[in-house]
C-alpha cells in the first residue's frame, strides 16, 4: 500500500498546481487582452493595466506552494517517501481546496480585472477604486489556500 499513498499525494499535488495554475492562465490572459487593447490607445496607462492583469495570477503560485510544501513533507524533496493509503488520501483532500478555489476564482478574478481594466481606461483616476473589486476576488483564493496550507501542516501528525 505503500506506492498507492503516494500515488494518492502525488495526485493532490497535481491537482492543487494544475488547477490553480490553469484558473491563473485563464484569468491572466483575458485580463491581457483586455490590457492590450487599453494600451494599444494609450501606451502611458501600460504599469497600471499590467497590475491588474496580474492579480488572477496568484492563485497558480498558491497551488504551486502547496504542491512544494506536501512534496517536502512526503518526501519526494529528500528522504524516504513512507505514507499509508490514508494519509495519501489525506493529502489529496488537503489539496482540492487550493486548486478548485484557485481555477474558480482565477477565472472570476480574470473577468473582474478586465471590468476594472475598463474602469481605468475610461477613468484613471479611479485605479484606486478599479483594483478593490478584483482584490475582493482574492480573499477567497487566500481562504482556500490557508485551507489547504493547514490541512497540509496537520497531515504528518495524524495517526492514520
Known amino acids: 500500500m505503500f506506492e498507492l499513498g503516494i500515488a494518492f499525494a502525488v495526485l493532490g499535488m497535481a491537482c492543487a498546481s494544475f ?21 494599444t490607445e ?28 506536501t512534496m517536502s513533507q512526503i518526501g519526494l524533496l529528500g528522504g524516504s517517501p513512507d505514507m499509508t493509503l490514508a494519509k495519501g488520501i489525506a493529502y489529496l ?12 476564482s482565477g ?7 478586465v471590468a476594472a481594466i475598463n474602469l481605468f481606461a475610461r477613468r484613471p483616476d479611479q485605479f484606486g477604486k478599479s483594483l478593490i473589486f478584483p482584490a475582493m476576488v482574492e480573499t477567497y483564493a487566500i481562504l482556500g489556500f490557508l485551507v489547504s496550507l493547514l490541512a497540509v501542516s496537520s497531515i504528518p501528525g495524524l495517526n492514520i
Not at 483575458?30 to 490590457?35: I, L, P, V
Not at 483532500?93 to 474558480?104: D, H, N, Q, S, T
Not at 477565472?107 to 480585472?113: C, E, P, R, V
Open 19 to 39: 488547477l490553480a495554475g490553469a484558473g491563473s492562465a485563464i484569468g491572466v490572459g483575458t485580463a491581457g487582452q483586455a490590457a492590450a487593447g487599453v494600451v
Open 42 to 69: 494609450d501606451p502611458t496607462k501600460f504599469g497600471k493595466v499590467l497590475v491588474l492583469q496580474l492579480l488572477p495570477g496568484t492563485q497558480g503560485i498558491y497551488g504551486l506552494l502547496i504542491a512544494f510544501i
Open 93 to 104: 483532500a488537503a489539496c482540492l481546496p487550493v486548486g478548485i478555489v484557485g481555477l474558480v
Open 107 to 113: 477565472i472570476h478574478q480574470g473577468k473582474t480585472s
